[in-house]
């Protein structure tokens, strides 16, 4: 028996195929919050979630020196923030 | 794939794929163990990237490291140099274990569990202070509309 074409187009009569439902829900509001605070502030480059220093939930700012650290606020929407100095965040071509 | 350096733009991936031969490349990956080199594979099934995570990768400058993913969804204002920015969306960053996990020349690199398995993680693409951010492989692969083949 033939193998089936890797390159072959999917059958779009599959049951996975066709529309996906829009589900609003998958959008954290306090992600949203966490992120347009965060990177209002001058010298941040970066925000993500990560952990604090007990395990719990914890936003991260990617800043560019310690002197940003300390402006950072200790809470946005909930969660502590803890600070990751990164500088500038390159491209690491070279 | 090209990337958006427009002020309000999203990226995910930076990445690109090449033809190349079958039978003038080989599937093991490369490293230097002991003043000589020393080949491994990688498994070809993805697996997502969750925080505490320890991967690895062999890179170009500095060869094979072992980091722990401190984030799997990172927003970040990357440097492309020339006062060019892009921001990305949805990022994995990791901390070396020992040392830096990576450093400029590394980019390129697939970041895999640091197990038996060796599952793809991440593309390595930026860093800085420390910390290395990839592209979710996931991402890359579907915005390639590749298979890994390994």
Redesign the interface.
């Known amino acids: 028996m033939m193998e089936p074409s890797?390159f072959a187009s999917p059958d779009p009569n599959a049951p996975e195929m066709g529309p996906v439902k829009y589900r609003a829900d998958e959008v954290d509001p306090s992600?949203e919050t966490a992120?347009a605070a965060l990177?209002a502030i001058e010298g941040v480059?970066?925000?993500?979630?990560?952990?604090d220093a007990i395990g719990g939930p914890a936003w991260?700012a990617?800043v560019l020196d310690q002197s940003v650290a300390a402006r950072l606020p200790a809470r946005v929407a909930g969660r502590p923030v803890i600070a990751?100095?990164?500088?500038?965040?390159?491209?690491?071509?070279? | 794939m090209p990337i958006d350096f427009s002020a309000g733009s999203v990226n995910y991936v930076?990445c690109a794929t090449g033809w190349v031969w079958p039978d003038r490349v080989r599937k093991e990956f490369i490293y230097r163990a002991s003043g000589s080199f020393a080949y491994f594979r990688v498994g070809s099934v993805p697996v997502t990237a969750t925080?505490?995570m320890v991967v690895g990768k062999s890179g170009r400058t500095t060869g094979l490291t072992s980091g722990r993913v401190?984030?799997?969804?990172?927003?970040?204002?990357?440097?492309?140099?020339g006062g060019r920015f892009a921001n990305f969306r949805d990022?994995i960053?990791i901390r070396g274990l020992n040392g830096d996990f990576?450093?400029?020349?590394?980019?390129g690199s697939l970041i895999w569990t640091w197990d038996s398995h060796r599952r793809p993680v991440a593309l390595?693409?930026?860093?800085?202070?420390?910390?290395?951010?990839g592209n979710k492989i996931a991402r890359v692969l579907a915005a390639l509309d590749v298979?890994l083949v390994t």
Do not use: H, K
């Open positions: 890797p992600r992120e990177l480059r970066g925000v993500g979630e990560g952990r991260i990617y990751e100095v990164t500088g500038e965040i390159d491209v690491l071509r070279r | 930076d925080i505490g401190i984030d799997v969804n990172a927003s970040l204002r990357v440097n492309f140099g990022q960053a990576s450093t400029g020349g590394d980019s390595l693409f930026a860093g800085g202070g420390g910390v290395t951010f298979e």
